[in-house]
């Protein structure tokens, strides 16, 4: 249960009115305080009670929004432009989607969450950690062979035996299969090409903890090439090839208000959908879905 201000003033009155019938003496000592301190104590805390709607008003304007670590560019790009428009300062916080799920059911606060499409957020949504109805299927992530050597890129329609070849005998690093989305497509598109990761004779895939991870093996020079999302190839590389999509699930994600939001959220949801937004998406290697995508119609029961 909810307790206002007035409740919780009165309270404390209630309870600090022993203080002045057990001794009248302003000079008397109770539990080693003098009363009169004690008193000036309960003014203060009573003065700093009726202060609090004012300080939880201002901290309210804020906008805190969560997200997966590959959106962060683009999340406080859009951020910016939001406090440009409206004054509104839009605090981007990422980490993967279930712990970013797990921090909102452990009561910090969130009002808008961006995680990737699928059982996690299905599930987030049914035990009510996010609003079910307030679920837009809203960008999509791609993956891309990036590397720090120019190469001549294959032709139009790109194939398997193609990208075969330009990984052939070079150093390839992936983000961790069993944590990462991108290391699990990765890993995929490496099998059917006959690449076998976790092969001890194969020494040319190094696998990274994430997407991340493998952009620091190749700043390194400890990998040679590596498959990444494509909002994590827009750091000027020699080469950014996209992989072809073949039979993958797209990599989207849903925006969503969290369980107990302490902003409006509905203005920076339809902004999301402006001209400015979508240009900052797609600078940062995304690609925003309209209401119109198919996709969008049914986000559940797709894999992650």
């Not at 052939?168 to 497509?185: E, F």
């Not at 039979?247 to 369980?259: F, G, M, Q, S, T």
Request: charge should be positive; hydrophobic fraction near 45%; include cysteine.
């Amino acid at each position: 249960m909810t307790r206002s201000p007035s409740w919780f003033a009165a309270e404390l009155w209630h309870r600090g009115r022993p203080l002045r019938t057990l001794r009248r003496d302003k000079t008397s000592r109770l539990d080693g305080w003098p009363i009169g301190r004690r008193r000036k104590l309960l003014f203060a805390v009573l003065l700093s009670i009726t202060l609090l709607p004012v300080a939880t008003f201002a901290q309210a304007r804020d906008l805190v929004v969560y997200g997966e670590p590959t959106l962060e560019k683009a999340l406080k790009a859009v951020g910016v432009l939001w406090q440009a428009r409206t004054g509104t300062r839009v605090n981007v916080f990422v980490a993967p989607t279930d712990l970013s799920l797990a921090q909102i059911e452990r009561g910090a606060r969130c009002d808008l969450i961006f995680a990737l499409a699928g059982a996690a957020t299905d599930e987030a949504a049914r035990d009510k950690t996010i609003h079910a109805d307030s679920i837009t299927r809203a960008l999509r992530n791609s993956l891309v062979l990036v590397g720090n050597e120019p190469a001549a890129p294959p032709g139009t329609g790109t194939t398997l035996a193609d990208f075969g070849k330009l990984i052939g005998g070079k150093r390839l690093a992936i983000a961790n299969p069993d944590r990462d989305v991108a290391g699990a497509q990765a890993l995929d598109l490496l099998r059917k090409i006959g690449i076998i990761v976790g092969d001890n004779n194969n020494e040319t895939v190094t696998v990274a903890e994430s997407s991340a991870g493998v952009l620091s093996l190749l700043s390194t020079n400890k990998a040679r090439l590596g498959i990444v999302y494509a909002t994590d190839a827009t750091s000027g590389f020699k080469l950014a090839l996209p992989l072809p999509a073949l039979e993958r699930a797209p990599i989207d994600y849903i925006v969503a208000r969290a369980r107990d939001p302490e902003a409006d959220t509905q203005p920076f949801m339809a902004f999301l959908k402006s001209p400015e937004a979508k240009t900052a998406f797609k600078s940062a290697g995304l690609i925003p879905l309209d209401d119109q995508d198919p996709m969008r119609k049914n986000p559940a029961g797709r894999r992650r």
